[in-house]
């Protein structure tokens, strides 16, 4: 076998991996510890965040996954009382002067791949009325502290930055979920979307 074939072999194995990498069509994210997205370049990392701020109590993280509160109409005194209701029982629960509900969280098994409305008005009023980019949606599978499994549906906005947000209670917006409580249930893993950025984790 002549030098300049052995070459051109030795170079084509070395290189076939990075040539197999490149055609992944799934689009690469950050993973957190858990192995699941985190962040809020995508939705399923938001998903994720707002689940891990009811596992860990974490009253800063819930709030940074929320959108902010404004207005002053009933709905939105009541998002705002919402939103300190879950802050003051996160920070009794890390101060040790309460427990958690054994509904609470303790783990994320599943994230499902984000989905669509299939409802349009409410993307279009979002656009329209507050420049919103995009509305999902994403299925997050949970164990509870007392071992029952929990599916958590999180709506999300796409702002105009193209961050997500979190808005955990669409039920105070109905004009921007509408139909979201009559989508089927999830069954596209967040890993058919997306694979994990430079080895991530650690994150």
Not at 49 to 76: M, N, Q, Y
Request: proline residues 8%; neutral net charge; glycine residues 4%.
């Amino acid at each position: 076998m002549s030098k300049s074939i052995l070459i051109t072999i030795l170079s084509f194995v070395f290189f076939l991996p990075v040539f197999a990498a490149d055609t992944d069509p799934r689009v690469p994210i950050t993973l957190a510890k858990d192995g699941f997205p985190v962040g809020n370049d995508t939705p399923e990392g938001m998903a994720c965040d707002l689940a891990r701020s009811f596992i860990h109590h974490d009253s800063a993280l819930f709030i940074s996954t929320c959108v902010r509160p404004t207005g002053s109409s009933e709905k939105g005194k009541a998002y705002r009382a919402f939103l300190d209701d879950m802050v003051s029982q996160m920070k009794q629960v890390t101060d040790k002067t309460a427990t958690p509900s054994p509904h609470a969280p303790k783990a994320i098994d599943k994230c499902f791949a984000a989905r669509h409305l299939k409802n349009k008005q409410p993307a279009s009023f979002a656009r329209n009325t507050f420049g919103i980019q995009d509305i999902a949606f994403v299925d997050v599978e949970v164990t509870c502290l007392n071992d029952t499994p929990h599916l958590c549906r999180t709506l999300l906005y796409k702002e105009q930055d193209g961050r997500w947000i979190v808005n955990p209670r669409p039920d105070l917006a109905p004009l921007l979920s509408t139909g979201l409580e009559d989508e089927s249930p999830s069954t596209v893993d967040f890993t058919k979307v997306y694979r994990a950025k430079n080895g991530s984790p650690p994150q």
